[in-house]
């Protein structure tokens, strides 16, 4: 009977980190289903980015308020757990504290975890009062209507809870109390239980711990049903973010080639093309998530909703349909989609629908200016604007379905040699005029 707890503890902890691992199995087979695409090289850049704006938060801090309330969390977070660890070999072994024997040094890390457990919480309060008190604008757009509203507010319930167990966990353990090493704060909550038996308190330290461990598994296994998965993929999201300047646009290599030989006075063009020039041309741009490269589903499952991106957006600040959060919302949305059509099927079955029309508009598309304001403004280098592109260029490119004030500048352009309706041998004229 005395190891039933640890053998509930092994299923428990087994349970949740198989299931956690099998939807993250899924994801990583989501984003597969994209384009592959070349990273390889600038890995000291992409390093630099990993540690400045991963690791040190460099892109957060940009707006002071929110930046320094979610370096709390972040750190609070990561800190804090190490004390997992203490949890998971006590479940296993059946120890209480078995870290305590390191003494001071014990004292001060559980010191640390209590008061980064109450800031916490505070962080999270104010959090939670600014989107639903205050409410800020870019947390009630009309994307964040329904799960992604309710989304947001149930993980600012998960941390709050999660915090308030560890503080009552340690607060009831008499023997941690009576250690007087490290309750920095428990010892101040320890009172509110005085005159409560110890078998009471042992009761209340047993269901606390019990609870703050089922709960942190609980909460693993629901990133994957939330936008912060980007607690896990932010890393490697910025590691393999964009490091090229950030107003370069990629050229299709197909076209880069047509147009070089068309250029070249030695190539005969009636001439049959050989070799690759022979083969089908690719889909030019994307209309569907298979079409979009694995960094940009990546960036999909990285978005964590802040809407910093649609908050700078000129197009939408001025009343245009598009929010590049809603780009990367809908892309997410239809790779799930996209993803749980396979785990039926066992492969995909066509079922009517794509990204382009179905999720995203071609109003959004043509809506944007490309000034990137939203890839600098985003703090995990997410990429709205490459979707967008690939996503023009399927409209121009396979549909020819350019605005008409566009068709009629592309027309231009090749009669003319400029966007104007102007013939070359009048460019000069506007001297002439008096």
């Not at 008499?174 to 078998?199: D, K, P």
């Not at 999909?300 to 600040?317: H, K, L």
Request: proline share 4%; glycine share 6%.
């Amino acid at each position: 009977m005395q190891y039933i707890p640890n053998i509930l503890f092994i299923i428990a902890l087994v349970g949740g980190v198989g299931y956690f691992t099998y939807n993250i199995r899924k994801v990583i087979r989501n984003i597969k289903l994209g384009r592959e695409v070349d990273t390889s090289g600038n890995t000291s850049e992409r390093v630099g980015n990993l540690v400045r704006i991963a690791l040190g938060q460099s892109k957060m801090v940009k707006r002071p308020v929110s930046g320094l309330l979610h370096i709390i969390v972040y750190v609070g977070f990561i800190i804090i757990n190490i004390e997992v660890l203490e949890i998971i070999i006590d479940g296993i072994f059946g120890t209480h504290r078995i870290f305590s024997s390191m003494g001071s040094f014990y004292g001060f890390l559980i010191g640390s975890f209590e008061i980064l457990a109450l800031l916490v919480f505070v962080s999270v309060t104010i959090f939670w009062i600014r989107r639903n008190v205050i409410k800020l604008q870019r947390f009630w757009k009309p994307e964040m209507k329904g799960w992604p509203k309710n989304d947001g507010n149930f993980i600012l319930y998960f941390e709050m809870v999660l915090m308030v167990l560890f503080l009552v966990m340690n607060a009831t353990d008499v023997a941690f109390q009576e250690m007087n090493n490290g309750n920095v704060l428990s010892q101040y909550i320890a009172g509110w239980f005085s005159g409560t038996s110890e078998a009471t308190l042992a009761v209340i330290e047993r269901t606390a711990w019990w609870l703050h461990i089922l709960g942190i598994l609980v909460f693993l296994n629901y990133l994957y049903f939330s936008k912060h998965l980007h607690i896990m993929l932010a890393f490697p999201n910025v590691y393999f973010g964009k490091v090229v300047p950030k107003g370069k646009f990629k050229n299709l290599e197909s076209v880069t080639n047509e147009v070089k030989m068309m250029m070249d006075p030695n190539v005969d063009p009636f001439a049959a093309p050989a070799g690759d020039a022979a083969e089908a041309p690719a889909k030019f741009g994307a209309s569907d998530v298979m079409d979009l490269n694995q960094i940009q589903l990546l960036n999909a499952y990285t978005c964590t909703e802040c809407g910093r991106c649609t908050s700078e957006c000129p197009a939408n600040i001025t009343g245009k349909k598009l929010s590049p959060r809603k780009i990367m919302m809908d892309t997410r949305d239809r790779l799930e989609e996209v993803g749980k059509n396979i785990d039926k099927n066992g492969a995909f079955k066509p079922d009517g629908k794509q990204l382009l029309d179905d999720y995203i508009t071609r109003e959004e598309l043509w809506a944007c200016t490309t000034c990137n304001a939203c890839v600098e403004a985003c703090p995990v280098s997410i990429d709205p604007l490459s979707i967008i592109m690939d996503m023009r260029q399927y409209l121009v490119m396979e549909q020819s379905a350019a605005p008409s004030e566009l068709n009629v500048a592309m027309t231009n352009i090749e009669n003319n040699g400029a966007p104007w309706p102007y013939n070359q041998m009048d460019r000069l004229n506007w001297k002439d005029e008096k």
